[in-house]
């Protein structure tokens, strides 16, 4: 009997969502407006509120190329992001004429660690990048050696919502700035869509005014009182990052409903390393008992003995109707970044080793208990 295909991922959408966006529709504020305001207060209060302020942008990619402009990242400088990432992490530096400087990941959480970020300091080094793989948290250890060397930090927390490292929630540390991605696939999603957010009140300035144009809302504050109501001042080149209120009203009620959403797919994950525990496979990294992993990704790998390659595997999967991806090629074995940096393989052997065994199964939280035991079945068929 053919069974229907089940992606490898698709956005956990209610009728909530729809109403508020079309709400927001009905209501003539198709750009920014109030539903933007209120998705940035209520972000900046899911992560502990206080003095964090959340910039809302219209991707993740535009978040991160905000936070290192605006700690003023430029030409000459190196910025160390891992080689185990997507493409958007890295082509934020080159935006600013800087060169990102890829280094290795732990074999286990395939996240960067502290000894490869260390050897990978220089005196040009502007600022460090680190991906919460899958959306478990880097170590700490790797915060706390960015602070003593007084680099700034800025977290690529694409995977990582909500989730928490044991010592606060991703976004609510020390970090410079941490930017989340609310694109399609992610764990919350706007359509496209992202967050940053940063405790320092300058950061925050400058990522507003440069997110629209280059306009200065201080600037524009200080005439507003004397000069007529189309007086505004630009103040740099800025960009077209800002999101819009549709976007934003979907993404208040993905907002209250991540908790649950995360909840939904760490039980997907706990089914998934109990079916599989007798495999051939090695087993996504949990991280401690003090650790919230966001569970955006679940990653097996391939045993070399198991005999059968990574990509027969997703072949066989497909056959029986199950989409896998793959998280990451890394950075180093594609063209442009492997021509640009001149990084060889061997220079990053975990990455180049681990990328020939990984696949990533679906478990996202809109999967029915059925398509969950689907996957399960598809797996132990395949490996057995
Ligand atoms: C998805 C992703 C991004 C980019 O997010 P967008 O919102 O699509 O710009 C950046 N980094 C990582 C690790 C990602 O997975």
Redo the contacts with the bound molecule.
């Keep these: 009997m053919p069974q229907e295909h089940l992606p490898f991922a698709l956005p956990d959408i209610s009728e909530d969502e729809i109403e508020a966006a079309v709400e927001a529709m009905r209501s003539g504020w198709l750009t920014t407006g109030p539903r933007v305001a209120e998705f940035e207060r209520e972000f900046a209060n899911f992560l502990g509120g206080g003095d964090i302020q959340a910039v809302a942008v219209n991707?993740?990619?535009?978040g991160?190329h905000l936070a290192l402009e605006a700690i003023g990242a430029g030409p000459g400088d190196e910025v160390i992001v891992p080689t185990w990432?997507?493409t958007?992490?890295a082509e934020v530096v080159r935006y600013l004429g800087a060169t990102p400087v890829l280094v290795d990941v732990n074999p286990s959480s395939l996240n960067l660690t502290a000894a490869s970020v260390e050897a990978a300091i220089s005196p040009r080094t502007k600022a460090l990048m680190p991906?919460h793989f899958a959306g478990l948290p880097v170590d700490p250890a790797v915060r706390s050696l960015a602070a003593a060397r007084g680099i700034p930090v800025v977290e690529?927390a694409?995977?990582a919502f909500p989730a928490d490292d044991g010592t606060g929630p991703v976004g609510a540390g020390d970090a410079a700035a941490t930017v989340f991605?609310?694109?399609a696939t992610?764990t919350i999603t706007t359509g496209?869509?992202?967050m940053v957010v940063t405790r320092d009140p300058a950061l925050a300035q400058r990522m507003r005014t440069m997110r629209l144009h280059g306009i200065s809302r201080d600037v524009f504050d200080r005439y507003r009182s004397t000069a007529p109501a189309w007086r505004y001042e630009v103040v740099a080149p800025g960009y077209k990052y800002n999101l819009t209120d549709p976007a934003a009203a979907m993404g208040l009620v993905q907002l209250r409903r991540a908790r649950a959403m995360r909840d939904r797919r760490a039980a997907i994950a706990q089914t998934y390393l109990d079916a599989f525990a007798d495999l051939p496979v090695d087993l996504p990294a949990r991280g401690g008992r003090e650790v919230l992993h966001a569970w955006h990704l679940f990653v097996i790998r391939m045993r070399t003995e198991g005999g059968r390659s990574r990509d027969a595997f997703i072949e066989e999967m497909a056959k029986a109707g199950v989409g896998c991806s793959v998280h990451f090629i890394p950075l180093h074995l594609h063209p442009y970044w492997h021509d640009s940096l001149g990084a060889r393989p061997d220079d990053l052997p975990v990455a180049s080793a681990e990328f020939e065994r990984v696949v990533s199964l679906p478990a996202f939280s809109a999967m029915t208990d059925a398509q969950v035991e689907r996957v399960v079945g598809a797996v132990r068929r395949v490996l057995t």
């Design positions: 991707s993740a990619t535009a991160l990432t997507f958007a992490t991906v690529d694409a995977h991605s609310f694109y992610k496209e869509g992202g």
